[in-house]
C-alpha cells in the first residue's frame, strides 16, 4: 500500500497537464480503496472492546488532521503564481508513507488473522505483545483461549455470497447503510466544495473558512474519540444526524433570499455547524459500526462491500454537486439535510448498539437472533479478564478452606 502510494504521489508531483493530475487523484483513489479496506479492520482486531471506538475513531482523526494541515499549507501556498502552488501540498503526499514503509516491520500481525491462517504460537506471542502492561499474563492467556475457541466454531473463511444469507444479510445492509449515508449527507459539499461555494458567496476568505472548519472537524472528532465508549455509537450518530440536518435544512433556507448579505454569513456559518456535527458522529463512527458487526469469518469481505460502497456514494455525490451548486445553489441545503434525516431514522431502527463488547460476542449476539433494539441492555459476556482470573483464584482458594474444614 504505502509503495503504491509513493508511486501515485509522484504521478501527481511531477504533472504537468490537467490530465496527469486527474490521472494522479484516480491512482490515489485506489489507494484509498486498499486503506478503507485494511485499516479498520485491522484497529479493531487487536483493542480490547472496551475502548474499539476510540481507536478506530482515529482513522477519521488522521483523516480530519491531515485535512486541516493541507488546507493550512494550501492557504499559504494560494498566492504563488508558480507550480509550486500545487507541488508543494502534493509533495507532502511522500510523508506518511514513507514513514509507515519504514516502521510497519515493527507492528506485530493481528492475532486473529494469525489464528485464521494456522499460526496459533505466532498469534498468541502476537497477542500478549497488544495484551502485555495491561492485563495479567494469566487474562492475556485467558482471553486468547476464549478467542481461538470463537475461531474453531467458524474455522475456513466465508464466501462473498455468504454476505447475503441468513443473519449476515442484515449486518451487510447496516455496513452498506452506515457507509452510503456517511458521504450521501453532505460530506463531499463542506469538504471538497465547501471552499468553492464560498468563493461564490464573496464574504470571506474561503482558504480560511476552510482552515477554520477543518479545526472544529477536528475538535468534535476528539470529543467523540473521548465519549464514544461511554456515550454509544447509536447516541452519538443520532446527535450527528440531528446537527447535520438542522445545518443543512437553516442552510438551505437562507438560500431562499440569496442577496442579502447577513443570509450569506448564516450560509457559512452553517458550513461549520455541519463541520462540528460530521466530526462528532458519522465521520469517525461509520468506520466503528462498520469494523464491529461482521461475522468474524466474513469480515475482510464486509470490509470490502463497505468501502466500495463508501467509495461509490462519494464518486457519484462528487460528481453531481456541482451541476447541483450551479442550479440550486445553497438550497442543495434541502436535498443533503432531507437525506441526514433519514440517515437519523436509519440509525434509530437498524444500527444496534455494540460499545464495550468483543467482536466475538457481538457475532455470537447476532447468530443468536439478539434484535437491534436488545443489543444495549443484552447480558453481556463476561471479559473482564483480569476479573475472571481473580473470581477463578478466590473460588480455587475457598474450595481449598472447605476441603481442610472437612478433612478436620
Same mark, same amino acid.
Given at each position: ?251 438551505? @433556507? *437562507? $438560500? ?11 450560509? #457559512? !456559518?452553517?458550513?461549520? =455547524? &455541519? ?51 450551479? @442550479? *440550486? $445553489? ?11 434525516? #433519514? !440517515?437519523?431514522?436509519? =440509525? &434509530? ?60
Amino acid at each position: 500500500m504505502s509503495i503504491y502510494a509513493l508511486v501515485s504521489a509522484t504521478v501527481v508531483v511531477t504533472s504537468t497537464t490537467r490530465g496527469q493530475i486527474l490521472a494522479g487523484r484516480i491512482l490515489n483513489y485506489v489507494y484509498i480503496g486498499f486503506e478503507l479496506s485494511v485499516v479498520p479492520v485491522f484497529q479493531s482486531e487487536i483493542v480490547p472492546g472496551p475502548v474499539r471506538g476510540f481507536a478506530v475513531s482515529t482513522y477519521q482523526l488522521s483523516i480530519s488532521a491531515g485535512g486541516l494541515l493541507i488546507n493550512g499549507i494550501c492557504r499559504a501556498t494560494s498566492t504563488n503564481k508558480d507550480a509550486s502552488a500545487y507541488r508543494i501540498p502534493f509533495g507532502l503526499f511522500y510523508i506518511i508513507p514513507t514513514i509507515i514503509l519504514s516502521l510497519v516491520w515493527l507492528i506485530p500481525e493481528s492475532p486473529r488473522w494469525l489464528m485464521m491462517n494456522d499460526r496459533l504460537e505466532d498469534a498468541r506471542a502476537a497477542h500478549h505483545k497488544y495484551r502485555k502492561g495491561t492485563m495479567s499474563s494469566e487474562a492475556i492467556d485467558m482471553e486468547f483461549n476464549y478467542l481461538y475457541e470463537a475461531l474453531l466454531s467458524e474455522p475456513e473463511q466465508g464466501h462473498t455470497v455468504e454476505l447475503v444469507k441468513g443473519t449476515n444479510l442484515k449486518r451487510t445492509a447496516i455496513v452498506m447503510g452506515v457507509n452510503f449515508f456517511q458521504q450521501a449527507t453532505g460530506q463531499s459539499f463542506a469538504s471538497q466544495y465547501g471552499a468553492i461555494f464560498i468563493r461564490s458567496l464573496g464574504t470571506i476568505n474561503p482558504f480560511s473558512m476552510s482552515v477554520g472548519n477543518s479545526a472544529i472537524g477536528l475538535t468534535m472528532l476528539i470529543t467523540c474519540l473521548l465519549t464514544s465508549d461511554k456515550l454509544g455509537r447509536r447516541y452519538m450518530l443520532l446527535a450527528g444526524s440531528v446537527v447535520q440536518a438542522a445545518a443543512l435544512l437553516t442552510m438551505g @433556507g *437562507l $438560500g431562499i433570499n440569496p442577496t442579502s448579505s447577513s443570509h450569506k454569513v448564516g450560509e #457559512v !456559518a452553517m458550513l461549520s =455547524v &455541519f463541520a462540528a456535527g460530521f466530526g462528532f458522529g458519522w465521520g469517525p463512527l461509520t468506520y466503528v459500526v462498520t469494523t464491529e458487526l461482521p461475522a468474524l469469518r466474513l469480515r475482510d469481505r464486509s470490509q470490502r462491500v463497505a468501502a466500495i460502497t463508501n467509495i461509490i456514494t462519494n464518486l457519484i455525490v462528487t460528481l453531481v454537486l456541482p451541476y447541483m451548486l450551479d @442550479g *440550486l $445553489g445553497s438550497k442543495v441545503g434541502f436535498i443533503f439535510g432531507a437525506i441526514s434525516v #433519514v !440517515a437519523g431514522v436509519f =440509525v &434509530f431502527f437498524c444500527v444496534p448498539e455494540c460499545k464495550g463488547r468483543g467482536l466475538e460476542e457481538v457475532d455470537k449476539m447476532f447468530m443468536e437472533g439478539v434484535t437491534v433494539r436488545e443489543f444495549r441492555n443484552h447480558p453481556r459476556l463476561d471479559t473482564e479478564w483480569d476479573e475472571v482470573v481473580a473470581e477463578k483464584r478466590k473460588n480455587v482458594q475457598l474450595r481449598e478452606v472447605m476441603t481442610r474444614e472437612q478433612g478436620i
